[in-house]
């Protein structure tokens, strides 16, 4: 069943879906648990359910939580729901303070809003893998064709044939130079043809994979779908040139390109990660830094001769210098701003050696992320010779500096850590820390914070 019918009862039935769900978790929370009179006896606890009701359906029409997405992608899907849920939460909340009409305690409100949270999530995640499943079973597709054969033609071919999830039954191929093409077998006619087959009146979405010259057919083909209701996805040009990871925007009505999409570049975004990272930082300080900080402090001492904490100068947010803190595990020497430390290095106390594998040594930059040079997660800090080498050496090095740096980062959960004695082994940690600025989310940062906590127990095993 196509797309075009099939989107409209999916939406729907997610819609409705949400609703049984917000209605059973209230009467779980103030009937089942409480044993309270039945809500259709009672006109005040009615009205207000109905209210939760037109609340939930604003909020999902304003957050766009049901659109039928061709590329499904469940942690931001999740995000967008959790952020609704919320909103929900936060306004009814204020709705109970200061009407004083309907009553909702903070046992019902914990009981409702911790049973309905756990049904969305569960749901949303059930009912994206169903859809997922339909699509590959032929239903919720979108019929679809390309228009271009060249290199760029070839990259969405390329990715419609890599996951049959996305819904999207692929028909063929038209191209004026079939001999460039590298799938020959599938063209159907020529570019010319499509304007005049018959069969392309039943396409549901056609992609324009034309190279930039090509200005009057691209724009022949632009008027033929719009006249026969055809989707157009033009897959630009440039695309061939520059990595595929780019933001849209457009200044008044010109179109800009931004080759780093930044995610933390929204107020949003990092007053999300900013509160999270002060709680956190707290957490530490309070309960676990209060006591271990004086333990630590003395079997240093004990063990070699210097400072408690090491200070190093560290490159930060956009090229900024911050002083780092660790929990000193070298004996104190003349390289240590000049040499990275290696594995078995002799400079390593015998209690450095526990401090760097379990990470402990790392704990006083719960400091610096209460002042605010560094975050919990984030690219990180390199010493500033560093900087300087490697920013010489590495296209796009300089890029990890978009963000705030942080104790732990995708790179070191990903296996880069610790020593760093060839380009392309920095090489590989700078791509992670790029893909991790363009793709940050609470979701990405929970799996890294689990991933090191989890490395943490068993031992790093590049810590050095």
């Not at 419609?160 to 191209?175: I, R």
């Not at 660790?326 to 390289?335: A, L, T, V």
């Not at 793709?439 to 810590?463: C, H, P, V």
């Amino acid at each position: 069943m196509s797309g075009k019918r099939y989107s409209h009862r999916v939406r729907f039935l997610f819609q409705l879906n949400d609703l049984v769900v917000l209605n059973l978790s209230f009467f779980l929370a103030t009937y089942y648990f409480k044993s309270q009179t039945l809500f259709w006896k009672d006109q005040k606890q009615t009205i207000f359910l109905l209210v939760l009701n037109l609340l939930w359906i604003v909020l999902t029409s304003y957050g766009d939580i049901y659109a039928i997405r061709r590329v499904i992608k469940i942690d931001k899907e999740l995000n967008r729901s959790l952020l609704v849920l919320l909103m929900h939460f936060l306004i009814t909340s204020l709705l109970v303070y200061f009407s004083k009409i309907f009553v909702f305690d903070s046992h019902d409100k914990f009981y409702f809003y911790s049973i309905f949270t756990v049904n969305i999530i569960l749901w949303k995640i059930i009912s994206l893998k169903f859809l997922k499943f339909l699509r590959i079973k032929g239903y919720n597709f979108r019929k679809t064709v390309i228009i271009g054969g060249g290199a760029v033609g070839n990259q969405i071919h390329s990715f419609l044939m890599s996951d049959h999830s996305f819904g999207f039954k692929y028909l063929g191929l038209f191209d004026d130079n079939p001999d460039k093409c590298l799938h020959k077998d599938e063209i159907i006619g020529s570019v010319d043809d499509f304007l005049t087959m018959e069969m392309s009146r039943h396409v549901d979405e056609a992609f324009i994979a034309l190279p930039n010259n090509a200005k009057k057919k691209i724009a022949d083909i632009i008027r033929f779908c719009d006249a026969n209701t055809i989707r157009i996805k033009m897959v630009p040009d440039f695309m061939r040139f520059i990595k595929p990871k780019i933001q849209l925007d457009f200044y008044g009505s010109v179109p800009i390109i931004l080759l780093h999409n930044e995610p933390l570049a929204s107020l949003k975004n990092r007053i999300i990660k900013r509160s999270f990272d002060i709680l956190f930082s707290l957490f530490v300080v309070i309960f676990i830094l209060s006591w271990l900080f004086p333990l630590l402090a003395i079997l240093i001492k004990l063990d070699s001769k210097g400072p408690i904490l090491f200070k190093q100068k560290r490159t930060g947010l956009g090229k900024g210098e911050f002083n780092i803190l660790k929990f000193r595990s070298m004996r104190m020497n003349k390289d240590s701003d000049k040499m990275q430390a290696t594995k078995g290095d002799k400079r390593i106390t015998s209690l450095g050696v526990f401090l760097r594998k379990s990470n402990l040594d790392e704990l006083p930059q719960f400091f610096n992320v209460l002042i605010g040079n560094m975050s919990v997660i984030g690219p990180r800090p390199h010493m500033l010779q560093h900087t300087t080498q490697y920013s010489a050496l590495i296209r796009g090095y300089m890029v990890r500096h978009l963000a705030k740096p942080g104790l732990t980062g995708w790179a070191q959960v990903s296996g880069f850590r610790g020593e760093t004695n060839k380009p392309g082994q920095m090489e590989r940690r700078v791509e992670h820390d790029v893909f991790y600025i363009e793709n940050w989310s609470i979701y990405l940062d929970q799996k890294i914070f689990l991933r090191t906590i989890t490395n943490m127990i068993r031992g790093e095993e590049n810590a050095g």
